[in-house]
């Protein structure tokens, strides 16, 4: 096979004519299969079932501090549970609150609360004329869909493989003080897959912003995340940087066990400064009277620490990691002579970015959908969908079952191939 | 014994005298009780211990639907417990979304939300000059809590016992479109214990408000929650009467299991029509990716249904009953020939509301708690904390073992005595 686009007209179409064909007999076979979301698959569940045997009737209830975690209370979270998220994420339990199910609550309510009630003092956002979010790209369209429906403004920062392009964060972020926030995904982003390096980290950590509640939101949701195939990234501590920096109320770090033991069912924690804390503990005193205790007890228990979770997560990565080794070696195997697309090799995290011929992503989800196969919508990972070079795709291999995920590539890369084709002969 | 009032000043004297040496006793007694807020009692606790044996390894953890429980989705709650939730509040499983452990945490974020985005369309009230909610007193000090943080004023609406007076309910919806909701705790009121009457739930249903964005915030915190002292009282469901009434989106019902299974690790949910649902979710669907399924599944196969609920509540019953009725037959012994105080008889929920003489709630409080005995705090029950008849005390006697809830109770009749004693003696 050669580069489709050093191949002719007649060459290209009549790889169209076969490839159409191939097109026609997948669609043929009724497929329903689906790659669109960061979901654990069944099995990594499956190893999960002696966490129901965590409390029983004959556990012992109160948390080390004698509270009755089956009782009211506690609205920052028992210590052993800030103690396990704050080692997870290299910080000490004072910096950390424990919420309920999930962080992406934690970070939209982090920014309800910011519109009503202001950062720590600072004027309620919804008082403003304008407030805007710098953005790195392709990210996490939850991220922006929480930004997009407060009707903030989105304002697009490139991801190189350091991490965003910091010059043009410095810029927003020093100059501009409607600028109010960042989101970013530090470790395996989604869905680059991309660890910030250290330098990215520390510029983060000495930014001077325009505005005094300026915040860094740090969703570290494959903190511990490894694909072990290879390398394990590290990520420094950006509490402690900012703090070394002079600016230790700069950054909110989530993260969660959603995709350590259950979507849904996991334990979720905000790590911050004590002043960050203490503002946001004002609040929501208001707002509940405390979390899930016993979910929290659970988790405390089945792990018992932060080697138990890493020890986990490397049972994870064996189930994770041969889907991951299936996408690379189809796309590589399928694509690479033909040079319609690029993609990432990540070493942690839940995607695998992929990069069309501009102009062909959106078709190419499209035509997947149409034989049967669900792609993270195209656009998805831009702020208001809109992906200026109609370009990247979220492939999420995580869902499926190994069979599954090889019929569901088999589809994908043809697609690619026919809407490639397609694309260069309308040039 | 006789009625204080009819005393002489010498009597009354002599009476201190004798009051305030018992209360230096008591002083010295080392006490630390605390009757300040509606726990349930680690027996009542301990009860549900089964509970921990409901998932277990061999489960099966899918819905009805085929929804695997582990795993993400289903933003609305699992349609089995959106029925028994909906049984629980006579309601179709059709009008009600499943939230986290927090009914509270729903009614903050019902208003937090209206705050920015409005309700169905409406103005954001973040956007308005003035609003105000209507509070039937005495109330519940967190649903003040609520409206007070975010700016909105409160008006107090005396309840009668049938509930709020309507007559003012209406003057003020009916009237002024800056009224935007009412606090109402429709069945064994916190901390009054009333029920509100057929009448006046229908005088709820067909409001005419000035304010197309009103809503009556019904919080069904204690809807099984009998003592089975004599009478269960029932209350008209209020959807179907709204409906009926022509106002079928006015009104929003919250109800949690965190007084049937356990605070904190309970399910909380809303009922509402299909519009405001519609509109919640289009709402929560940027907040979250769903609650914790796997405690919705925990409770549902824990108690079955409705029946099975009602059944685990009679067994409540027998654990608190004793309790409230040691609060009734101690102050009719040791106030009632005294004329010092009236209280409630109340046939469920978890509170018995006592009055004083006027002016004297914030000193009994203060004498108790020296005596080291923790009472919900004087005010508590009123908008800003401020009792105008410095008089209404909430008896919280659930959560003290009944030993020492008897200690308590004579700590308490002791200061409402030399309190009223003091009073009658300044005048």
Not at 338 to 361: E, Q, R
Request: charged share 25%; aromatic share 8%.
């Amino acid at each position: 096979m050669k580069a489709y686009k050093s191949m002719s007209k007649e060459e290209l179409s009549a790889l169209k004519a076969e490839l159409s064909a191939a097109y026609e007999d997948a669609k043929g076979k009724g497929l329903k299969l689906n790659m669109a979301r960061g979901l654990p698959s069944a099995e990594q569940l499956d190893m999960e079932a002696d966490f129901f045997n965590t409390l029983n009737p004959k556990s012992e209830f109160h948390s080390e501090a004698g509270v009755d975690c089956r009782n009211y209370g506690e609205l920052i979270g028992i210590t052993e549970a800030r103690r396990l998220m704050g080692d997870m994420m290299g910080v000490s339990p004072d910096n950390v609150i424990i919420f309920g199910n999930s962080s992406l609550n934690i970070m939209y309510d982090t920014v309800a609360r910011s519109m009503i009630h202001g950062v720590c003092g600072s004027t309620p956002w919804c008082k403003l004329d304008k407030v805007k979010f710098l953005c790195p790209v392709p990210g996490y369209d939850r991220h922006f869909a929480i930004t997009e429906q407060f009707g903030i403004e989105m304002i697009n920062i490139p991801m190189t493989e350091n991490g965003p392009d910091m010059d043009l964060v410095e810029k927003y972020v020093n100059s501009d003080p409607a600028v109010k926030g960042i989101w970013c995904v530090p470790k395996y982003a989604n869905p680059s897959g991309v660890t910030y390096s250290d330098e990215t980290v520390r510029r983060f950590a000495n930014l001077k912003p325009a505005a005094e509640d300026f915040r860094i939101y740090w969703d570290n949701a494959y903190i511990i995340h490894h694909l072990y195939n290879g390398v394990e990234e590290e990520l420094l501590e950006i509490l402690g940087e900012c703090e070394k920096a002079g600016n230790p109320d700069m950054v909110y770090e989530f993260c969660s066990t959603s995709k350590v033991t259950f979507p849904g069912s996991g334990v979720a924690a905000i790590a911050s400064s004590k002043t960050n804390l203490d503002f946001i503990r004002k609040i929501i005193t208001i707002q509940t009277i405390g979390h899930d205790k016993l979910n929290q007890l659970r988790h405390v228990r089945y792990f018992k620490n932060l080697d138990g979770m890493k020890n986990h997560m490397k049972k994870h990565a064996e189930i994770v990691r041969p889907k991951f080794d299936l996408v690379l070696s189809t796309l590589e195997k399928e694509l690479s002579e033909a040079k319609i697309g690029t993609w990432t090799n990540p070493h942690g995290g839940y995607f695998v970015s992929f990069n069309s011929l501009d102009g062909c992503a959106a078709k190419i989800v499209s035509m997947c959908k149409e034989a049967g196969v669900t792609l993270t919508g195209a656009g998805a990972t831009y702020p208001y969908k809109k992906d200026p070079n109609d370009s990247n795709i979220r492939i999420a291999p995580t869902f499926p079952p190994i069979s599954e995920l090889a019929q569901a590539l088999e589809v994908f890369v043809l697609c690619v191939k026919l809407a490639s084709v397609e694309k260069l002969l309308e040039a």
